[in-house]
């Protein structure tokens, strides 16, 4: 490894982050569809949706009305 | 305002999750006849089992006049009087029950039947029980030492055998 002076290291790596991006020109969630985390969510509703019909209408309900 | 649509989005989701939540307590208030029970009738639970309502000898099932069924119960540490009942299916039942010492619950598994027995008050719900069967009746609120021995037995019998199965009980008028 070649060594140098610190003003030759932090030249160095000031030359190196040059190209890097900041944070929000790196990534735009505007323009990032989440298909994975759509489809995980989904499914998950779809699934609590299903369970909520099931207790209310397949349990709750038919076991009579109380006042 | 700016909204950004992701956010739109999410709030249309959830602006339609509380319409069918609300829809849905709607349907069961309005069309099924289902309710809280919130009856507010005051009693002395120091003297109540010496005369009235919830006298010994009063305690039971009594058909009504109009068809419907009356459970006149007491909760005390630790049971509910009387110790077995017999209903049956498909018809109005309701209970009224009264604490003769500290908080007690009752609460029917498998049905919707069940609610708070305050001393000092008297708790009314009426309910039906569809299907016939075996039902134990259980104190769900922590009332002392015996509490988890707390219960009762509730058979429920089909609608064509309750009149010979009424005279067969404590309270069988």
């Known amino acids: ?67 | 305002m700016h909204i950004h649509p992701l956010e739109r989005k999410w709030i249309y989701v959830v602006l339609a999750a509380i319409g069918i939540f609300l829809a849905a307590i709607f349907y069961t208030a309005l069309v099924r006849n289902i309710h809280a029970p919130s009856h507010m009738e005051t009693i002395d639970s120091a003297s109540l089992h010496l005369s009235g309502e919830f006298a010994e000898d009063k305690l039971g099932v009594w058909t009504q006049p109009d068809g419907t069924i009356k459970v006149v119960l007491v909760a005390a540490r630790y049971g509910f009087y009387p110790r077995e009942i017999q209903l049956p299916a498909a018809t109005r039942v309701t209970f009224r029950i009264a604490s003769a010492d500290v908080l007690h619950g009752v609460h029917i598994p498998m049905t919707n039947m069940g609610t708070m027995v305050v001393p000092g008050y008297v708790s009314e719900v009426t309910t039906t029980f569809p299907k016939p069967g075996e039902y134990p009746m259980l104190c769900n609120e922590y009332c002392g030492l015996g509490h988890d021995h707390m219960w009762s037995k509730v058979t429920v019998v089909a609608r064509e055998s309750w009149p010979a199965a009424s005279q067969a009980q404590p309270g069988g008028r």
């Open chain 1, 1 to 67: 490894m070649r060594r140098g002076t610190l003003h030759e290291w932090a030249n160095f790596v000031k030359g190196a982050n040059m190209d890097v991006k900041n944070e929000e020109e790196r990534f735009d969630p505007s323009k990032f569809t989440p298909t994975g985390t759509w489809t995980l969510l989904c499914l998950i509703i779809a699934g609590m949706v299903a369970a909520w019909l099931f207790l209310y209408f397949g349990v709750f309900l038919p076991r009579g009305s109380v006042q």
